[in-house]
């Protein structure tokens, strides 16, 4: 048996089968985590998710930003923008699959045998891996929730720029619209550690942000965090941190590694 990670697919769907069949991925004793945004902007959003649909013991995703963004899309609450593919996945005969699949899945996994947390863009570095499960785990409880009406105030109000910053004291909406835009779309951590929802770039003035993860992360210790996300980033281990977003969808690679032993062993692909 084999564990993998693997960076965002964002419906690359060739480069995604290209890298399980380097590995020759075996469905029955092997496993890959994925760190969200399975879908949207690549060529096949749909053929990634009908994959998924199919091995859904042996591949296991945490959600992201555009994942999310497909649930509001599919309520009728935002329109596409430009590039975006979420159109294949409503008109599929599988959209009622798709939309449940994606609804049950979380926003942080973790392998305690390895010591390792998966988290689309991260954790933060005030809560420990435990706070950061019981969080996510607030935020899935609505996401699943079979109350339709329920369910739909909730996706609609998911998105948000405000708060910026997590307080324990949060409530309602806003506390979990907190809990998703620090797991599913942090980069970059003002000084006081509130999100910056601008800076994308890896480029930064550190007298006024950082990097969240070069902020001292002790309750965090002995773990490592694998995370996505963040393209012009690229590959980047640092204090106990791996990204793993290197922009397949934007003319980059494909990153898979090997997270079952040491070290890591490093597999990519692009059509490049």
């Known amino acids: 048996m084999a564990i993998y990670a693997m960076g965002d697919i964002h419906g690359c769907f060739d480069e ?19 760190v969200g945004d399975l879908i949207n902007r690549g060529p096949d959003s749909l053929a990634v998710m009908e994959y998924l649909l199919a091995h859904q013991d042996s591949i296991l995703p945490v959600l992201g930003n555009h994942d999310l963004s497909y649930l ?13 593919t979420y159109h294949q996945l409503l008109e599929s005969p599988l959209a009622d699959d798709i939309r449940e699949y994606l609804r049950h899945q979380p926003l942080v996994r973790y392998l305690p045998q390895l010591k390792i947390a998966i988290a689309h863009a991260g954790i933060p570095p005030f809560w420990s891996i435990e706070e950061a499960l019981a969080l996510s785990a607030e935020a899935e409880s609505l996401l699943q929730n079979n109350d339709q009406t329920q369910y ?5 109000s998911m998105f948000g720029n ?4 997590w307080s324990p004291t949060l409530q309602g909406f806003d506390r979990i619209r907190a ?10 951590l003002n000084l006081d550690l509130s999100l910056d929802f601008d800076n994308k770039l890896d480029q930064y003035n550190a007298t006024i942000m950082l990097p969240w993860f070069k902020f001292a992360r002790p309750k965090q210790a002995e773990n490592l965090i694998i995370f996505g996300h963040w ?4 590959r980047h281990f640092e ?14 690679e494909l990153t898979l590694i090997r997270i ?10 692009s059509f490049q």
């Open 16 to 34: 995604f089968q290209a890298l399980l069949e380097s590995i020759n991925f075996d469905h029955q004793k092997d496993r890959l985590y994925l």
């Open 72 to 84: 509001v899309y599919a309520e009728g609450y935002t329109r596409l923008k430009r590039g975006d």
């Open 152 to 156: 739909r105030q909730f996706i609609q």
């Open 162 to 165: 405000s708060p910026n910053s």
């Open 179 to 188: 809990i998703i835009n620090y797991l599913t779309r942090m980069r970059y």
């Open 231 to 234: 393209a012009s980033l690229g």
């Open 239 to 252: 204090n106990n941190a791996y990204g793993i977003d290197s922009g397949c969808v934007w003319e980059g």
């Open 260 to 269: 079952d032993q040491q070290p890591f062993e490093l597999t990519t692909f």
